[in-house]
């Protein structure tokens, strides 16, 4: 069974930058594709961005530009790289790995 855990979510003004890390258990890593995904208050969670197992992405248009990202199959990590951040970003971030597993989640909140 995959576990996914995320971190490095927070508080930030616009303008900065955080990075997310999610961090997966089990043997299985390299040969799926990842994503993380956002859920902002009475929203429907929404795709934010995804990396394939070759390193092909794709990006939400409303991040392109501002997020990358990543992955280390070594580590079993993926990671989101979140520049220019806005208001309208504040949302819990979900890591998710295409064998149908989700993270728990973090909060991001950028204030004004």
């Known amino acids: 069974q995959v576990q996914l855990v995320e971190s490095g979510g927070g508080l930030v003004q616009a303008g900065g930058s955080l990075r997310l890390t999610c961090a997966a258990s089990?043997?299985?890593?390299?040969?799926?594709?990842l994503g993380w995904y956002r859920q902002a208050p009475g929203k429907q969670r929404e795709l934010v961005a995804t990396i394939t197992s070759g390193g092909s992405t794709n990006y939400a248009d409303s991040v392109k530009g501002r997020f990358t990202i990543s992955r280390d199959n070594a580590k079993k990590k993926v990671n989101l790289q979140m520049n220019s951040l806005k208001p309208e970003d504040t949302a819990v971030y979900y890591c998710y790995m295409a064998v149908g597993n989700w993270g728990q989640g973090t909060q991001v909140t950028v204030s004004s």
């Open positions: 089990g043997s299985i890593f390299s040969i799926y594709a």
